[in-house]
């Protein structure tokens, strides 16, 4: 198997990758899947939103709401305990996902990034968490980051499964009512056009910026993160990566920028 970028954490617990294989996945499960800093909080925020089911939750935080399943706190333990519907996320690319999914249990989101943003988006939040003690310029920080396996396609090839939903951080961005209501269906839910608005501006990135319960400002206060560095909700822009790139940085990332149906094309053909 290629290299994964996996929190440390992960590896802790023994029998952990087996552990979340054979995870019980409910039909009614909802997991919210990406690469790290590619808008895993922003679709948690939405999907939080849509969920009538949620409104006792209202003082716990993003976090509280969707246990990371390959994390050790809260783990899998505290996950099989939860009343259904449970919402859940997982940076776990698509081959090491419970089994149950490929079988059509739960229903996933997927949210890609342009990886040249998620890699300027990544390289600060490395800086931030005070656990790395990272202190490395941005081009060193790509070298790593170029040699990890490919994340998106994995997902992109399953786009087409009834329990997967793939969308991009661009398209959210451009059109957040557009895909607020792609969601919304794909969880079976109705919202009407005025909760679908009020919806897309408490997701807007100024309100969950602001918000004390998504803006993981807490992390801040355990020490987890640190304030001077940035904080989790930096600029939540399309394009940052042009303040960052040059030329040869252009260069290192390119391999990673192909789009997914032209990827899966060069696959095949390398197959053939
Ligand atoms: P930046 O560092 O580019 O600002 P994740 O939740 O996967 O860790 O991703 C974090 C990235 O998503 C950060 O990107 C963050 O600012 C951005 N983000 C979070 N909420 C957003 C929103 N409502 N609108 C736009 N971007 C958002």
Known sequence: MGKYWLPFEFFKE???????????VHDSDVIIASFPKSGTTWIQ????????????????TIEEIFPYIEYVYPGLKHLAKCTSPRYMKTHLPYELLPDDVYTGHGKVIYIARNVKDVSVSYFHFIKMLTITKYSGEFNDFLTTFVDGKDHVLGYWKQREQSNILFISYEDLHKNPVVVIKQISSFLGKSVDEKQMLEIAFQCSFSQMKSNP????????????????????????????????????????????????????????????
């Not at 023994?14 to 019980?24: A, G, Y």
């Not at 192909?258 to 095949?268: H, W």
Request: aromatic share 10%; net charge negative; charged share 35%.
């Open 14 to 24: 023994k029998n952990k990758l087996k552990d979340v294989k054979e995870f019980h």
């Open 45 to 60: 925020e939405i999907v939080h939103q849509l969920s009538d089911g949620l409104s006792e939750s209202e003082e716990l």
């Open 213 to 272: 319960l998504v803006n993981y400002s807490w992390w801040h206060d355990l020490g987890i993160s640190d304030k001077k560095q940035t904080d989790f909700m930096r600029k939540g822009k399309v394009g940052d990566w042009m303040n960052y790139y040059t030329e040869d940085m252009l260069k290192k990332i390119n391999v990673c920028c192909i789009e997914p149906a032209e990827k899966e094309q060069l696959i095949l053909k390398d197959n053939l």
